[in-house]
């Protein structure tokens, strides 16, 4: 993957830039990269409760091949205990 190159000549001779023009500079490139119209990010929208479901099969994933098994099955369940309320 090839990123877009750094243009070197916002930078002063020592190599700084104020925290003003370095915003200013950023939302120029931003504007010049990604004009209007172009297609945002698709990402899906993952709800709370998955996240904290999927890090509670994690985390017992890892208790079961005895990586801190308590520690870990008691923490997934605080986790599954989180997401039974954040359904409700």
């Known amino acids: 993957m090839s990123w877009p190159a750094i243009d070197h000549s916002l930078l002063s ?5 104020s925290k003003r023009a370095h915003k200013a500079a950023l939302k120029r490139e ?3 990269l990604f004009p209007d119209g172009f297609p945002q990010s698709q990402r899906s929208q993952v709800s709370k ?3 904290l479901l999927r890090q509670a099969a994690q985390l017992r ?10 520690s870990y099955v008691r923490h997934a369940l605080q986790l599954e205990a ?5 359904e409700s």
């Open 13 to 17: 001779p020592s190599g700084h830039m």
């Open 30 to 32: 931003t504007a010049r």
């Open 49 to 51: 409760r998955e996240t």
């Open 61 to 70: 994933d890892l208790a079961s091949r005895g990586m801190h098994p308590r």
């Open 82 to 86: 989180q997401a039974a309320l954040e």
